[in-house]
């Protein structure tokens, strides 16, 4: 029996906000802004964007972080404001929303595989875990698809990431957490 894969309920809701929103172009515009610590996603991809209000000439700009505390939150709201600027509009505002906390289902699939194409693993499934929460043995390793991994350790170069290192071509490799 074919099953027709079903889109997230998340990523449903996130697809719909934007698409159906009056702002449309400055959510285009805002696909311009990079996570520092990763710049080969954009603040949508890594779901940390999450609404884009106007209140006459002012911009509102919600983002919520996707870590408790992670420093790229300043530099992601300068570049923003610097971002939106640049296109005319002079007063904005950056919003930090904690309450819902970030989850890594609001990741794209887009921002899914860039992750993986920048080297780091992207997070998985909790069933592809053995206790649901944290990874374990079987992450697939990005750069050669083995699941012959190993964790070396909780913490990578983020607090948003664990430490592994594939078994099969010896790369380490960050795995970003699911949360």
């Not at 996570?35 to 006459?56: M, T």
């Not at 929303?97 to 993986?116: D, F, I, T, V």
């Amino acid at each position: 029996m074919n099953e027709i894969p079903l889109m997230p309920e998340e990523e449903y809701h996130r697809l719909q906000q934007r698409s159906t929103s009056e702002m449309k172009e400055l959510w285009d515009l805002l696909d311009e802004v990079k996570d520092p610590e990763i710049p080969a996603l954009s603040i949508w991809d890594l779901g940390i964007l999450r609404d884009i209000e106007r209140q006459g000439e002012h911009i509102i700009v919600t983002i919520t972080p996707t870590y408790s505390g992670c420093p790229a939150m300043d530099t992601i709201t300068e570049d923003v404001k610097a971002a939106l600027n640049a296109r005319g509009y002079e007063s904005v505002e950056v919003k930090l929303q904690l309450s819902p906390a970030w989850s890594s289902e609001w990741m794209s699939p887009e921002g899914r595989r860039k992750l993986r194409d920048y080297g780091v693993a992207p997070p998985e499934d909790a069933a592809d875990s053995e206790d649901g929460l944290t990874p374990d043995a079987h992450t697939l390793c990005p750069h050669c698809g083995s699941r012959d991994t190993r964790l070396i350790s909780e913490f990578g170069s983020t607090a948003c990431k664990a430490l592994f290192q594939c078994q099969a071509c010896k790369e380490t490799f960050d795995y970003f957490k699911k949360i």
